[in-house]
């Protein structure tokens, strides 16, 4: 079945440094993505979103970047803060309704 | 600030108990979720619900079902709680379908449910 999946369960970067959490998609039909980020003990919150008529976007301190060739989609982080810490999700419409979310990425923020 | 709140943070039951988990959203959505989370697994919809007493199964209904009797409410019920259902419950709202702009889902805290 359709699936959306990050490379990666864990990441591990430095404070100051950039991070890049990336994810794969299966469904070529879909058109709506979402970064969410949960800290612990927390729901999910809303990081950004893009669409699939869209290659990049940024927001504060983050950038989305879609690949639809590939279907590959990535999170930038600019100057990784110790609040960063947290598990991201990525996630992809796959109809009017629903999103399918991927299993996450953790990532510890070193000092 | 919008709002998504569920009733309780951590939960204890028995094993073919039957058990309620509320979540009120405050910002007029007409979309509602229930999701479980597990580890290594992700977010798995259970349930949803677009309009009032209108519901949807998500990927893993079984063992579950939900009520909106009201806009603002959607509660989740396991009929006889089982081991296998202990898990993190999410909850979550949307003003549009995903396909709409700004769009996304709100989630609430979250509720630690332990089956024992």
């Known amino acids: 079945g359709e699936s959306v999946g990050l490379h990666l369960p864990t990441l591990s970067v430095q404070e100051g440094d950039n991070s890049i959490i990336n994810c794969a998609y299966s469904?070529?039909?879909?058109?709506?993505f979402i970064w969410y980020k949960q800290e612990s003990g927390k729901g999910p919150q809303f990081i950004i979103d893009?669409?699939?008529?869209?290659d990049k976007r940024q927001g504060q301190r983050v950038t989305v970047l879609l690949n639809k060739t590939v279907k590959h989609l990535s999170l930038q982080i600019a100057a990784t803060q110790p609040g960063d810490s947290a598990v991201y999700f990525c996630?992809?419409?796959?109809?009017?309704?629903?999103?399918?979310f991927g299993a996450g990425t953790t990532v510890t923020v070193r000092a | 600030d919008v709002k998504v709140t569920q009733s309780s943070r951590y939960l204890v039951k028995r094993t073919g108990e039957k058990v309620f988990l509320e979540c009120v959203q405050d910002?007029?959505?007409?979309?509602m979720f229930w999701y479980r989370q597990d580890p290594g697994l992700g977010l798995r919809l259970i349930y949803f619900?677009?309009?009032?007493?209108?519901?949807e199964k998500g990927d893993i209904p079984e063992g579950y079902s939900v009520s909106r009797e009201k806009k603002e409410r959607f509660s989740l019920i396991l009929e006889s709680a089982s081991t296998n259902q202990t898990s993190m419950y999410l909850c979550?709202?949307?003003?549009?379908?995903?396909?709409?702009?700004?769009?996304?889902?709100?989630f609430g805290p979250g509720t630690r449910l332990t089956v024992l």
């Open positions: 910002m007029d959505h007409e979309n």
């Open positions: 469904n070529s039909a879909s058109d709506y």
């Open positions: 619900s677009y309009d009032v007493k209108m519901k």
């Open positions: 996630a992809e419409n796959i109809n009017d309704y629903k999103l399918s």
């Open positions: 893009i669409r699939s008529n869209m």
């Open positions: 979550a709202s949307s003003l549009l379908p995903p396909r709409g702009t700004g769009n996304e889902q709100f």
